[in-house]
């Protein structure tokens, strides 16, 4: 018997039928199924509902079903727990989600019995670290740490350094730093560099920069980079879609590579560069 948590996207009928399908034929296998509280009530399992905390643990796989944001909330309740993912696209083609609705048991089968194969994807942790020395987080990013503007109008000033070295200081609306998984989210609005999900770097990307010097920017995995508030504006800190803090005036954000992966179940199928070529419209020629 496994213990496979399901995680469903919360508003896409479609989703919703195939997580049922899923969860009545894993039950009915004799595998146990967590499912958090509120995708359980909506899919009529309260039964199998547990808390936030208690999803990941002991559990031998997940099944994200919905597009890239479920594939977000999973990796985030997870909360770094060395558990492999299976993604179900149900809508839109994702970058993260690897399999199709009508796939889902046969998928699902072959992660549990070892067949399919695991892609490590690197992360990034985050912390915030005031003048007084108080900590926040640290959190944990797949795609991505953003700090941007907390009002409209202002670009904020922010200063950027490498293992303890200033770089320079950043006038814009945002700052991302980004893994190559999220080189192709947030990042890729900003025209930064599209980078193969296996490759280990991180970048750093403005947003609407008031300044020359406005290219992203790619460094070593093993960096540690900080970024200091300069200016009187508040900065916000986004990590994956989540806002996490509010960054005032001599305020620091220390990001890292994470000492955790996610773990992707793969099937060999869906190469990067297909991907790229269907979400573009690439032509052969």
Known sequence: MSVVAVLVHLERPEAHRTARDLVEWLTGSGHAVRLPRKDAGL?????????DAELAVG???????GGDGTMLRTVDLLAGEPVPIVG?????????????????RSAVAAAL??????????????????????VEGPWLALNEVVLEKAG??????????????LFTSYAADALIVSTPTGSTAYALSARAAIVAPGHRCLQVTPVAPHMLFDRPLVVGPGTEIRIEALGERDVMVVVDGRTTARVTQSDEVVVTEAPVATRLVTFGRRRFHDILKAKFGLKDR
């Open 43 to 51: 899919l009529g399992r309260p039964d199998l509902g547990v808390a």
């Open 59 to 65: 559990a031998d796989l997940a099944v994200s079903i």
């Open 88 to 104: 179900v696209n149900v809508g839109h083609l994702g970058y993260l989600t690897e399999v199709e609705s009508y796939e889902a």
């Open 113 to 134: 019995d070892g067949t399919a194969d695991i892609e490590d994807r690197m992360m990034l942790t985050a912390r915030l670290v005031r003048p007084d020395g108080t």
């Open 152 to 165: 409209q109008g202002h670009t904020v000033r922010l200063g950027v350094s490498f293992d303890g070295h």
